[in-house]
């Protein structure tokens, strides 16, 4: 079975600063997808950014990119340029490439924006 | 706004009664899943449904069933309650052969 670890449960960052969430994910499969999903206060999980793990580049959107390492099993997100508005639970998030494509979620890394 | 919706939003129930939560997939998505978040079991697959068919089960209580209908929005039925029911429960859905699911906004079901 696959799993995903946050080993951050809380990190703080400054208005404008870069924070970087680490993510790690254990699996034998050689096709799946890797996802950031934010909840802020009104607990909608809103998807971030995705990875296909047959991708080398890693993916950018906006202010969010992440550093895939596809032998490591790790899969970090970066915030750059952060806004209050980032504040919120961050989730790790892997699926296989299957069609039976359930969502395995990590615990969780609470983001603080401080201004 | 995903697209995803899901009544009620809240719900408020007593031990032993049954309740029946609604999701409306975005339009084109066949696929549906739900999700329950709770605070010591954080945020757990429960089921898969595909153009109506079951396709994967998570650790969903056989209190617990689901079905997606022709129109293909689902329904998660939870009977019996007890008090550790209590959770936010959420409907995503997704375009077969792509990876990323879409989420509905929960509803915060409450067993007294």
């Known amino acids: 079975a696959q799993t995903v670890t946050q080993s951050q449960p809380e990190m703080s960052v400054q208005e404008a600063e870069t924070v970087t969430l680490s993510c790690t994910y254990d699996?034998?499969?050689?096709?799946?997808?890797l996802f950031w999903y934010k909840q802020p206060p009104s607990r909608q999980m809103i998807l971030v950014i995705r990875?296909?793990?047959?991708?080398?580049q890693n993916a950018t959107e906006n202010r969010f990119s992440v550093n895939f390492q596809k032998a490591a099993k790790s899969f970090s997100l970066k915030i750059s340029d952060s806004q209050l508005g980032d504040a919120a639970m961050y989730f790790c998030?892997?699926?296989?490439?299957?069609?039976?494509?359930?969502?395995?979620f990590g615990t969780g890394t609470r983001l603080q924006v401080t201004l | 706004d995903s697209g995803v919706t899901q009544t009620p939003k809240h719900l408020i129930t007593a031990t032993g009664q049954r309740v029946t939560l609604r999701c409306s997939p975005r339009?084109?998505?066949?696929?549906v899943y739900w999700y329950q978040q709770s605070l010591d079991q954080g945020l757990q697959f429960l089921i898969q449904?595909?153009?109506?068919?079951?396709?994967a089960k998570g650790n969903i209580l056989e209190r617990f069933s689901a079905q997606q209908f022709p129109d293909l929005h689902s329904e998660l039925n939870l009977s019996s309650l007890e008090l550790g029911d209590s959770a936010l429960y959420f409907c995503?859905?997704?375009?077969?052969?792509?990876?990323?699911?879409?989420f509905g906004p929960g509803t915060r079901l409450t067993v007294t």
């Open positions: 998030a892997y699926r296989s490439g299957g069609t039976a494509s359930k969502l395995t």
């Open positions: 990875q296909e793990a047959y991708k080398q």
């Open positions: 995503a859905s997704s375009t077969l052969g792509r990876g990323e699911q879409y």
């Open positions: 339009s084109g998505d066949l696929s």
């Open positions: 699996t034998s499969e050689s096709d799946y997808y």
């Open positions: 449904y595909y153009n109506g068919e079951e396709r």
